[in-house]
């Protein structure tokens, strides 16, 4: 089996496929990853100044640790703490004008 690169033209071209590829990766981004407090900002969908309104959810990461936790206590009912600690959750910010969805916060919070 010959999985090797093909010839590449971009190499006599002088074409850098790396650029191109951080400059899409920035270009698809929608929602910005937001800290855990109300933000200051310009809403981008009605343009006005506002402070974020900001939700806690449970995010992927609640569910994980759940789980973690559910297996090192053997279904004590400790499982559900991390539905009431909100640095495993995810917190959504909103526009208090439009109710737009502005982003969110990381879900993985390592500070
Ligand atoms: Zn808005």
């Given at each position: 089996?010959?999985?090797?690169?093909?010839?590449?033209?971009?190499?006599?071209?002088?074409?850098?496929?790396?650029?191109?590829?951080?400059?899409?990766?920035?270009?698809?981004?929608?929602?910005?990853?937001?800290?855990?407090?109300?933000?200051?900002?310009?809403?981008?969908?009605?343009?006005?100044?506002?402070?974020t309104t900001t939700i806690t959810r449970a995010g992927v990461l609640t569910y994980v640790a759940s789980y973690f936790i559910c297996l090192f206590s053997f279904g004590l009912g400790c499982c559900l703490y991390p539905f009431f600690i909100d640095d495993c959750k995810v917190v959504h910010h909103y526009c208090p004008n439009c109710k737009e969805s502005l982003g969110q916060s990381a879900d993985l919070d390592l500070d």
């Open positions: 089996m010959d999985n090797g690169p093909p010839p590449s033209y971009q190499e006599a071209t002088g074409w850098d496929p790396n650029i191109s590829a951080n400059e899409s990766t920035r270009a698809v981004t929608t929602e910005e990853t937001l800290g855990r407090t109300s933000t200051h900002m310009l809403c981008p969908s009605c343009h006005a100044e506002i402070l």
